[in-house]
């Protein structure tokens, strides 16, 4: 089971957030994404660490590397979760609204 709250409050950071979207075009290693992100590899090693400890990557070994990916499973609870949260917020905007007109569509 997934725990939403955790993958949330893990992309709570900005470079989080950027490494979880390199990691959707496909698998990488800790060395090639430090080549793109303004952090060092230990932080970035770091970083993968709280991504995947939220369930929001997983990771395998790959002759002398560590490959790590988005878990297509966890994105959509995720996704599952935000289109949930959504569409009560704008059925709550659409109550509100024909309350305020007297119950008018």
């Known amino acids: 089971m997934t725990n939403v709250t955790a993958m949330l409050t893990a992309l709570g950071d900005p470079t989080r957030q950027a490494i979880l979207d390199r990691l959707a075009d496909g698998p990488l290693a800790v060395g090639e994404l430090a080549e793109v992100l303004p952090v060092s590899r230990p932080a970035v090693s770091q970083h993968l660490k709280v991504l995947k400890e939220a369930g929001l990557v997983t990771d395998r070994q790959h002759g002398t590397r560590r490959l790590y990916q988005a878990d297509p ?6 996704r599952a979760h935000l ?9 709550a905007f659409e109550q509100r609204v024909r309350d305020e007109k007297g119950g008018q569509p």
Do not use: K, Y
């Open 73 to 78: 499973e966890a994105i959509a609870a995720l």
């Open 83 to 91: 289109d949930g949260f959504w569409a009560r917020s704008m059925a």
